[in-house]
């Protein structure tokens, strides 16, 4: 059995496309799909493996699931003892059979030469495609990884671990690669530069991935590879070396595997699952706080949060709603300035950089390139005081930050993010509450409370879910809908835009979210009894702001879906439906009225029978811009 802190250990890294590739003496093409399996559940529009058979390299691609190459791979009855297999998420290209990976490029008599996959983006390719083309190679595909796979093969030194050194020096973007050539069949090439890769040292046969969950059952070891760093993989040897072009000697970790096969139990999706984990994820999150005296923020934590005087956040999408929330909690409680950056929008933006800031980055899984770009960026305009709230504790966005704190959300698989959210809520609201008591603001007595109520939460989520059966009535009358309204006040507007992104996600209904005071500026008209629209109305000091909004919404005939506390006073009449939370929640009341609106979504989709898992055009992580 598992437990969450072993689950936090795995080091796992989430990204979009997978990279699994073997070089080992017996046939490793079933290995190297079942690895491709584990990686499934992030999102992939095309798969593809090649496989060298100490004759020639083969190659099977499709635009279907993984099941469908190990269909193919006993029709054609290809095997191999060294091979790469991929799954693709598109980015340059559209999604199709040419552009799906391993991609090739031949010699003289016809032969394929070289085989490539690769994650991310190569940003200057279309510099070298017109004079590859013009030099004779044939492009048949879209895609950025076929200019490199034509361009390793055409700088070709006779040695493929010199080639891919020199290459990558003429290379701009995020990426990781494999490489494979069919006149050295004793070893695959690595090479990563902003996206992630793992090598799993195995017995007598060892592995490249681009996430160690692909290979945690087969090795013994794994070795993180770090930005410009190259590997030669053969059988009995791993070579590294770093940006510089020295060989090192890398940590070697021991390898957890973590089965995720059967994991579903009596649930119906991972969602659905990881919904009902949450109380668990919190406790675990929480586990061993037992002051807030402690630095569980890192060393030297304490001592940085007396001295900043203003925090800058950036994250994406869900975890950018958790950094809404905080700016609500930390200005609060701590009295110091908060801002909030799309870190996508922040990157490209003329900021006024604060050197005494902290800049908190968001992220479940630490890979998503907006959002690392974003730290770093940050830390170029002098901003040197970087913390991360994060689910994986090898991340990038980890490893680039001075303070972290880690989330114990165990691993999400969901592309939807439910427990990741609340987690990160959690351990906000311990950073909030953290940086009042380094600023005198928290009495000890508030402490106590503060500290007893977060201990409380796993069991009022609990509660909270056994409200599920009344959710699943309003699901189906939201199914019918297409468009649905969230409303919400004060630090209940980004739980509100945390509900329609759910919503949006998951069961394609358009939904949107706005902060009830604003109904009367624009989003108003768009109110008809054919638009529901759902309030977060706890019994806070907005409670009779919103109270007056949701009459503005009767008056247009609009049909209100209300989740409210009891003491609110909101009852079921004509045209309003009320779910009364078991408790009432206090300041901590964003993490608790996010979930009903998980499971509103995850019902309505669920009728709808959408992919909920894998919903259309997502991928978990976001790991190119
Ligand atoms: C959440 O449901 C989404 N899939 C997405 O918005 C996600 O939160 C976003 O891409 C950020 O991911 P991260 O937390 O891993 O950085």
Request: hydrophobic share 40%; charged share 25%.
């Given at each position: 059995m598992i437990t969450y802190f072993d689950k936090l250990d795995l080091e796992l890294e989430v990204f979009m496309c997978g990279i699994v590739c073997a070089v080992s003496n017996r046939d490793i093409s079933s290995i190297l799909l079942e690895g491709l399996s584990r990686l499934e559940y992030r999102g992939y529009d095309s798969c593809g493996i090649a496989l060298f058979d100490n004759k020639e390299l083969n190659r099977i691609r499709s635009m279907k699931r993984v099941l469908d190459l190990k269909k193919q791979l006993i029709e054609y009855q290809f095997t191999g003892c060294i091979g790469l297999a991929h799954t693709r998420w598109a980015t340059h290209g559209i999604p199709s059979y040419n552009n799906a990976h391993p991609h090739f490029s031949s010699n003289e008599s016809g032969k394929p030469h070289i085989a490539l996959v690769h994650n991310g983006i190569i940003e200057n390719y279309e510099d070298f495609r017109d004079s590859l083309e013009n030099i004779g190679y044939r492009f048949e595909s879209q895609t950025d990884t076929e200019v490199l796979v034509h361009l390793l093969n055409h700088l070709y030194t006779g040695d493929i671990f010199d080639t891919v050194q020199n290459v990558?020096?003429?290379?701009?973007?995020?990426?990781?690669?494999?490489?494979?050539?069919?006149?050295?069949?004793?070893?695959?090439?690595?090479?990563?530069?902003?996206?992630?890769?793992?090598?799993?040292?195995?017995?007598?046969?060892?592995?490249?991935?681009?996430?160690?969950?692909?290979?945690?059952?087969?090795?013994?070891?794994?070795?993180?590879?770090?930005?410009?760093?190259?590997?030669?993989?053969?059988?009995?040897?791993?070579?590294?070396?770093?940006?510089?072009?020295?060989?090192?000697?890398?940590?070697?970790?021991?390898?957890?595997?973590?089965?995720?096969?059967?994991?579903?139990?009596?649930?119906?999706?991972?969602?659905?699952?990881?919904?009902?984990?949450?109380?668990?994820?919190?406790?675990?999150?929480?586990?061993?706080?037992?002051?807030?005296?402690?630095?569980?923020?890192?060393?030297?934590?304490?001592k940085l949060f007396k001295t900043i005087d203003s925090v800058l956040i950036v994250a994406c999408g869900t975890s950018y709603y958790a950094g809404m929330t905080a700016k609500y909690w930390i200005e609060s409680l701590a009295k110091i300035r908060v801002d909030v950056e799309i870190a996508s929008e922040y990157i490209y933006r003329d900021s006024v950089p604060n050197v005494n800031s902290l800049v908190l980055a968001i992220s479940q899984s630490g890979e998503t390139a907006d959002t690392l770009s974003a730290l770093k960026h940050a830390k170029s305009l002098g901003m040197k005081n970087t913390m991360s709230i994060c689910n994986v504790s090898t991340s990038s966005i980890v490893r680039e930050s001075l303070l972290n704190y880690i989330t114990r959300a165990g691993i999400e698989i969901g592309v939807a993010s439910t427990k990741a959210f609340i987690t990160q809520l959690t351990a906000l609201f311990l950073l909030s509450i953290s940086l009042a008591n380094s600023r005198g603001l928290l009495t000890n007595d508030q402490e106590i409370i503060f500290l007893k109520d977060l201990r409380h939460l796993p069991s009022s989520i609990g509660a909270v879910l056994s409200l599920e059966?009344?959710?699943?009535?309003?699901?189906?009358?939201?199914?019918?809908?297409?468009?649905?309204?969230?409303?919400?006040?004060?630090?209940?507007?980004?739980?509100?835009?945390?509900?329609?992104?759910?919503?949006?996600?998951?069961?394609?209904?358009?939904?949107?979210?706005?902060?009830?005071?604003?109904?009367?500026?624009?989003?108003?008209?768009?109110?008809?009894?054919?638009?529901?629209?759902?309030?977060?109305?706890?019994?806070?000091?907005?409670?009779?702001?919103?109270?007056?909004?949701?009459?503005?919404?009767?008056?247009?005939?609009?049909?209100?879906?209300?989740?409210a506390d009891k003491y609110s006073k909101i009852l079921n009449d004509s045209g309003i439906k009320v779910i009364h939370m078991p408790e009432c929640y206090g300041i901590l009341s964003p993490i608790l009225y996010a979930i009903p609106l998980q499971l509103l979504s995850y019902h309505t989709a669920l009728i709808l029978g959408t992919d909920i898992d894998k919903p259309r055009n997502l991928a978990k992580s976001v790991t190119v811009e």
């Open positions: 990558m020096k003429l290379l701009k973007g995020s990426y990781a690669i494999a490489v494979f050539c069919s006149d050295e069949p004793d070893r695959i090439v690595g090479a990563r530069q902003g996206a992630p890769l793992v090598v799993g040292v195995g017995e007598g046969e060892n592995y490249l991935s681009s996430d160690s969950l692909a290979i945690s059952d087969k090795v013994k070891e794994i070795i993180y590879l770090e930005d410009g760093e190259i590997v030669d993989l053969r059988r009995h040897c791993i070579n590294v070396i770093n940006k510089d072009g020295f060989l090192i000697e890398k940590l070697r970790h021991s390898a957890v595997n973590f089965v995720l096969t059967s994991e579903l139990g009596k649930y119906r999706h991972y969602m659905q699952k990881e919904i009902f984990e949450q109380p668990m994820a919190v406790a675990d999150t929480l586990h061993g706080l037992d002051s807030l005296s402690m630095e569980i923020f890192g060393r030297g934590s304490s059966p009344f959710i699943m009535e309003w699901a189906e009358y939201f199914s019918s809908k297409e468009n649905v309204l969230f409303l919400g006040r004060g630090r209940h507007y980004p739980i509100a835009l945390e509900g329609a992104l759910k919503m949006k996600e998951i069961s394609y209904i358009h939904a949107e979210a706005y902060p009830a005071g604003e109904l009367k500026h624009g989003p108003l008209a768009l109110v008809t009894e054919h638009m529901p629209v759902v309030v977060v109305a706890p019994n806070d000091a907005l409670l009779e702001k919103i109270k007056s909004n949701m009459q503005e919404v009767r008056a247009r005939g609009g049909n209100l879906y209300v989740f």
